[in-house]
C-alpha cells in the first residue's frame, strides 16, 4: 500500500470514528428533544459507523500497517426540532460520501486495486445512507408540527433493529424497543 493511500484510509478510519461520535451526540439530542424512537435510531447508527472505522481499521492491519487514531472533536450538536438532528446527519453523510469518493480516486490513481475494491463497499454504502437520511426527513417534513404523526414516525424509528453485540439505549438488549 502507497504513503499516499495508507495515509487517506487512515484519515478514513478518524473520519468514521468521528461520525460515530457525532450520531452519539444525536442519540443525546433526541433523548432531550423526548423522541425515544430516534434517539435508539441514532444509538444503532453510531454503532453502524463504528463498524465501519473497524472494517478499515482491519483492512490496514492486513495490509501490513497500523492504524494511528486521533482526538476526536466534541460535538455540540443543538437542535429544537426532530427535523433538524436528520438535516445534520444527511449533512454528515454527504460530507462523508465525498471522502469516500476521493479515497477511491487516489486508489485508482494509484493502482491500488485491493484498495479500490474495499473502497467499493463504502461507495455503495454511501448511496444507502444518504437516501435512508432523505427518506426519514421527507417523512418529518410531510408531518410538520402534527404530534400524533411525530410520534408515529418516532415509533417506527424505535424499530429499526441494532447492531449484533450492541448495546442498546440505557443499556438493554439491541433492538428491544
Ligand atoms: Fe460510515
Ligand atoms: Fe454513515
Known sequence: MSARVYEAINDQVNNELSASHSYLAMSGVCEELNFPGAAHWFRVQSEEERAHALRLFDFVHARNHVVSLRKIQNETTRAT????????????????????????????QEKDFAAVVEMQWFVTEQVEEEKSARDIIAKLEMAGNDARALLEIDRELGARAGMPGGAGPRGGPPAAR
Not at 438532528?85 to 487516489?106: G, K, P
Open 81 to 108: 426540532a426532530l427535523v433538524e438532528v436528520f438535516r445534520a446527519s444527511l449533512a454528515q453523510e454527504e460530507q462523508v460520501s465525498q471522502q469516500i469518493d476521493a479515497l477511491y480516486d487516489l486508489a485508482m
